[in-house]
């Protein structure tokens, strides 16, 4: 007989060291990356500060030259000449050394280096939170800025004070607010829709698409259920899909319409709400809210219905297809611009 153990006969052992190991590699990993993002900082200041003691224009552009090309010959790659500008982009960004610690605590400096070059305070701070808030990998936040999230986030379209308020609140007591949470437009072109098709055909894409379809509504949405059937008055009415937010703590309601709104459509969403409130709603949820999408909206309905600062009711178009970024991006900032004139002359 064998005196030699077998650790399968002590999976546990194994397992636990397993984890030790796995635990102190990533708070390694996250401390180096935490060191470094502040030595960054610390160079993009030293930087900044002997830039400004000899006011000449030429300087800026030799001195990091130089040091380009020193660094490079001491420490690699790492301390190229555009790295430099990133860090001094880094300091110019963040003046306060508090706040950039705090930052690259909860991020990494791939993250950071993606969020300075937005050069909006406001929007930089809406993906910095979200960032944090949603775990985004480096990708998933360039993908979001790329899709303008910002822009089609209901956010965008509301206050200073309450987009600061909001992102305060988010940033402080981790909880998220509706206007952080859904969009206008949603993009729904991995649906593979075109030219004509049925709210049937589009609910099953969405269905046969259903993590593409979570991934654009945002990492906290859980699917509950597919034309749930309600009965009032002996009527049976069905809910297209249903949803709950764990951030929000609500249910979501998702009704599913072709073509432009119509009035009719929220005394429709109020009767599945107050349906939901009575016989789904659970103690401690907060009550549900409705998404209306439609592939077109109607400014003037939505405005006489008062549904522009509804907090149960949200109407957002669709697209199946993409326009150009252009184009969509001129239509956002039109939009934001609309939003803003009507706050001031309220």
């Known amino acids: 007989m064998s005196d030699k153990p077998d650790i399968n006969d002590n999976p546990k052992l194994l397992d636990s060291i397993i984890g030790l190991i796995d635990q102190t590699r990533h708070y390694v990993a996250k401390t180096v990356n935490q060191e470094l993002t502040l030595l960054y ?57 508090t706040i950039v610690h705090t930052v690259c605590a909860q991020l990494s400096w791939s993250h950071i280096r993606t969020l300075i070059y937005i050069e909006s305070d406001i929007k930089r701070e809406f993906y910095i939170q979200m960032s944090i808030h949603e775990r985004w990998s480096v990708r998933t936040l360039q993908e979001r800025i790329d899709s303008m999230l910002f822009e089609r986030t209901a956010i965008s379209k509301k206050p200073e004070e309450t987009i600061l308020n909001d992102l305060a609140l988010l940033k402080n007591d981790k909880q998220i607010s509706p206007d952080l949470t859904f ?102 949820e907060n009550k549900p809210i409705g998404l209306i999408l439609c592939s077109e909206k109607s400014p003037e309905q939505i405005n006489y219905l008062m549904l522009d600062n509804d907090e149960q009711i949200k109407v957002s178009a669709y697209l199946t297809q993409l326009p150009e970024k252009k184009l969509l991006l001129e239509k956002l900032e039109r939009a934001i611009a609309i939003a803003e004139n009507n706050i001031k002359n309220k």
Request: net charge neutral; hydrophobic share 40%.
């Open 183 to 284: 969009r206008d437009p949603y993009f729904l072109d991995f649906l593979g829709l075109h030219d004509s098709y049925s709210e049937k055909d589009l609910e099953s894409s969405i269905l046969a698409q259903l993590q593409n379809f979570i991934t654009e509504m945002g990492s906290e949405f859980a699917f509950l259920a597919r034309q749930k059937r309600i009965t009032i008055d002996d009527e049976d009415f069905y809910i297209d899909l249903l949803f709950y937010h764990r951030g929000l703590r609500r249910l979501v309601v998702i009704d599913l319409k072709l073509g432009k709104f119509k009035a009719a459509y929220k005394g429709q969403m109020e009767l599945y709400l107050r349906w939901l409130e009575k016989n789904e709603q659970k103690e401690g």
């Open 41 to 97: 900082w610390k160079i993009g200041k030293s930087i900044n500060d002997e830039i400004l003691k000899n006011d000449r224009a030429d300087y800026g552009k030799k001195l990091i030259l130089e040091l380009s090309k020193e660094l490079l010959n001491r420490f690699g790659t790492g301390f190229n000449k555009r790295n430099l500008h990133s860090f001094i982009k880094l300091n110019t960004v963040f003046e306060d050394f």
